[in-house]
């Protein structure tokens, strides 16, 4: 059921289907409006919203957990010129951008005009850097897409191996690299992304050395500090790396 519900949501957007079944409430909320306001709603700039009615705020775990955790730790410990981000969700980094001066590098380049954000076009298998020549460095669940093709990059099966190699290369002795993928049952879902074992992880930023360990687990429960023993047993986990260049 898993696989067919998978194939349905790429070309049907299931949530949008079932909110059909909303609409007689927004019918009828319509009409108690139009009775309220004197009858001054137009059909013409109706906009039904039908799947926004939930007892609580709905949220990615992973998003939002792991945005939470690396702004905690850059306020723990700030970049001492810039951070440079590769790849991770813009809207953090909007966000990150109004405390710590950003380099933010994407395949497709964000568009944007912001203060303190340096918006580069660059690709995670060859960045524009020098060996070992940053201080701050984070990449947040993209690692996993590269070589999928999902991006419009190019198919390579080795694309999350060349990646990790590439973080590691630039981090500078000292230097930190704020790392998160998926972690699990060691898996590739073409063409989403891969799921990697904790310890895969680790083996490929050598020589950087493991700091800390957070999780978002499958229960969608964030762990500040987590073993790779419970990592290892998550079907879709969130994993967040805290690696250091001796």
Not at 64 to 93: K, N
Not at 165 to 190: K, M
Not at 239 to 245: A, E, N, Q, S
Request: with cysteine.
């Amino acid at each position: 059921m898993r696989i067919l519900s998978r194939w349905a949501q790429a070309v049907v957007d299931i949530r949008r289907l079932l909110a059909i079944f909303y609409l007689p409430r927004y019918i009828a909320h319509w009409c108690r409006f139009q009775r309220l306001s004197g009858g001054k709603l137009s059909l013409g700039e109706s906009y039904p919203c039908l799947s926004d009615w939930v007892a609580s705020t709905p949220f990615d775990p992973h998003y939002f957990f792991q945005s939470a955790w690396l702004c905690r730790q850059l306020q723990v410990r700030p970049p001492a010129d810039r951070h440079v981000d590769i790849g991770s969700d813009v809207r953090m980094i909007a966000a990150m951008s109004a405390f710590v001066p950003t380099d933010f590098i994407d395949f497709r380049p964000l568009q944007v005009s912001l203060a303190n954000l340096h918006c580069l076009a660059g690709n995670i298998t060859a960045l524009p850097y020098d060996d070992g020549t940053l201080d701050s460095v984070s990449s947040l669940h993209v690692v996993e897409h590269v070589g999928l093709g999902r991006y419009g990059d190019l198919l390579d099966a080795e694309g999350s191996t060349r990646a990790l190699a590439e973080l590691s290369r630039i981090v500078a002795p000292g230097g930190v690299l704020y790392l998160s993928v998926p972690v699990g049952r060691e898996t590739v879902c073409f063409n989403a992304h891969r799921v990697f074992d904790p310890e895969t992880i680790v083996r490929a930023v050598s020589p950087l050395t493991l700091q800390s360990f957070a999780l978002v687990n499958d229960e969608n429960e964030f762990l500040s500090s987590s073993s790779f023993s419970v990592a290892q047993q998550q079907h879709y986990g969130c994993g967040m790396f805290v690696f250091k260049r001796p």
